[in-house]
């Protein structure tokens, strides 16, 4: 039925989003220059948003870790700053708070990682969005229903 090839569709379309997810977190990861602002939005949105740290953990940004390319030249075991904890009015974390916490599991820092909890969220989410989906289906099939009866 039509409903069943929407929501087979809309399952299809977010496992691709979660797969281009990952790759598109290790290529932003890998660029991501304190230098310039165009490769840190992303990523630090995502880990202010997500109260989360690296890929799979806080560790991607440590130097053996190699994910972060970039990042490891200048900042040997740090995090980015957006991996810090914060206080409950502060939406900024506090400058240079993530350096020396990627070590281990700082009490500084989120040390879990942001691409499991993207993907949480999009699984808590996608419910929603299938019934949205649907809700929207059903409206298009009674507005081609009604035409027909007015013509």
Not at 77 to 97: A, Y
Not at 101 to 128: D, F
């Amino acid at each position: 039925s039509m409903v069943s090839t929407q929501s087979t569709g809309i399952a299809v379309m977010h496992f691709q989003a979660i797969k281009a997810g990952h790759s598109g977190f290790v290529t932003e990861i890998a660029n991501y220059d304190p230098g310039n602002p165009k490769t840190t939005a992303g990523i630090d949105w995502l880990q202010k948003h997500l109260d989360c740290c690296g890929i799979q953990n806080a560790s991607d940004w440590r130097e053996n870790a190699d994910k972060a390319k970039i990042w490891i030249n200048d900042y040997y075991n740090s995090v980015p700053d957006s991996c810090c904890k914060r206080l409950r009015d502060q939406w900024n974390p506090t400058p240079k708070c993530g350096e020396e916490q990627g070590m281990g599991n700082s009490p500084l820092i989120h040390n879990g990682g942001c691409y499991e909890k993207m993907v949480t969220w999009i699984y808590t989410y996608m419910p929603m969005m299938g019934v949205m989906a649907l809700a929207f289906i059903l409206f298009e099939a009674s507005v081609i229903v009604i035409s027909c009866v007015l013509r």
